[in-house]
């Protein structure tokens, strides 16, 4: 079985600011592992993905995310935040042995950048 | 048009009332899925379809019944809903291969059951 816990429903960060948005996992696989962006009235973009490999990945605007096994975290990063990265931050598990689209999504943290 | 559209974005819908929703996607995948999001919890997948059959109905009531008439296109059909049905419905599309292919999602349906 797979779960995944968010922790913080709601960060508040200042512009220019280190975002970090916390993500535990659980699973009994090898876990592949994802964060997806929310923007209000919108679906759900990709940010990034951990596959097999660098556990440091890269993503688009800027985020970045670091797979450590030994503390089952997929934690977010970004070293300065921007106004536009207002959203809702969505990391959800899967592993080899489902196909891609079947993800178990934690509960979101929403993120506020203040001015 | 590009990669997963819904339609309507919005939908009010009495108890009583019979209407659907429309998932198209235009990425080539064979692969699509139902996703309810409800406020203050975690996405749940609903319906998996690969190549237009349903491989996975999570428990999902019957008032929710999907139709998926070829892979590129994904209808929920709701009927006598609750008002704790109201939710954001997402579909999303993907190749069926491992779990480590990035599912596309639409911008949702709004749904509003009173």
């Known amino acids: 079985a797979q779960s995944v816990t968010q922790l913080g429903s709601h960060v508040s960060v200042s512009e220019g600011a280190l975002v970090l948005l916390r993500c535990n996992y659980s699973s009994s696989v090898p876990p592949y592992l994802f964060w997806y962006v929310q923007y209000p009235n919108q679906g759900l973009q990709l940010l990034l993905k951990y596959t097999t490999g660098a556990t440091l990945v890269k993503g688009i605007n800027g985020f970045e995310a670091e797979f450590k096994k030994s503390e089952t975290s997929f934690h977010l990063t970004k070293p300065s935040a921007h106004m536009s990265d207002a959203a809702e931050y969505f990391c959800?598990?899967?592993?080899?042995?489902?196909?891609?689209?079947?993800?178990?999504f934690g509960q979101g943290t929403e993120l506020s950048v203040k001015p | 048009e590009t990669g997963v559209t819904q339609t309507p974005r919005h939908l009010v819908m009495g108890m009583t009332n019979k209407k659907s929703l429309k998932c198209e996607q235009h990425l080539g995948h064979n692969a699509m899925y139902w996703y309810k999001q409800s406020a203050k919890k975690p996405l749940e997948l609903m319906f998996v379809?690969?190549?237009?059959?349903?491989?996975e109905n999570n428990s999902v009531p019957s008032r929710f019944s999907p139709e998926c008439p070829n892979s590129s296109h994904l209808f929920l059909h709701l009927h006598t809903l609750q008002p704790e049905d109201s939710a954001l419905y997402l579909c999303?599309?993907?190749?069926?291969?491992?779990?480590?292919?990035?599912?596309?999602f639409g911008q949702g349906t709004r749904l509003t059951v009173v």
């Open positions: 379809y690969n190549f237009k059959e349903q491989t």
């Open positions: 959800a598990v899967s592993s080899p042995y489902n196909q891609g689209g079947k993800l178990i």
């Open positions: 999303a599309s993907s190749q069926v291969r491992g779990g480590d292919t990035e599912a596309f």
